[in-house]
């Protein structure tokens, strides 16, 4: 049987990729030395020994496996919560920066903040506060009257009488 070129890539990992085409000749050899090993066993070993060696490899590799994926597992939670946590601790600040600008920029436009409109707030509550209570006093006195207002007559403004000439005597 002629050997054919290896057209393998390598892929991250190190894991081996086979192109589609060398895929079924990887299976064939597979099936080949599977065949192998079985006429192997029907020289001196029994087929059940060679079944409990597989047993025995498969439960100790997938022990082995599994624990190096639990391994792995924890390990990826773990950075995975610390990531988490960072990426929250940079959008809290990216949020306090964000504020800080805001802020800064409408002062400079002359915006009032919140704080300001509520100062203003309360004082307009007690300018109010106080028209009301000064109010209530004027109208709470019926004895005292408001003074009448002094009307003025109105001067008329007098005519010059016309100059009369004089005679010449």
């Avoid at 209570?133 to 006195?141: C, D, E, M, P």
């Avoid at 009257?145 to 001067?155: G, L, N």
């Amino acid at each position: 049987m002629a050997s054919k070129t290896k057209s393998r890539r390598k892929r991250k990992g190190g894991r081996t990729q086979f192109e589609p085409e060398e895929l079924l000749t990887v299976v064939h050899r597979v099936w080949l030395a599977g065949v192998g090993a079985l006429s192997q066993a029907a020289r001196g070993k029994s087929v059940d020994e060679l079944v409990a060696r597989g047993a025995r490899l498969y439960a100790d590799t997938r022990g082995a496996a599994e624990k190096a994926l639990s391994e792995v597992k924890a390990t990826l939670d773990s950075r995975t919560a610390e990531i988490r946590g960072q990426a929250a601790d940079a959008l809290d600040n990216l949020e306090e920066i964000f504020r800080t600008r805001v802020r800064r920029a409408m002062t400079g436009l002359g915006v009032p903040s919140a704080e300001d409109i509520e100062a203003l707030s309360e004082r307009v509550d007690q300018l109010n506060a106080s028209i009301k209570k000064l109010s209530a006093k004027r109208t709470r006195a019926p004895g005292r009257a408001r003074p009448a207002r002094r009307v003025r007559p109105a001067r008329t403004a007098r005519k010059p009488e016309p100059a009369v000439p004089m005679a010449a005597s």
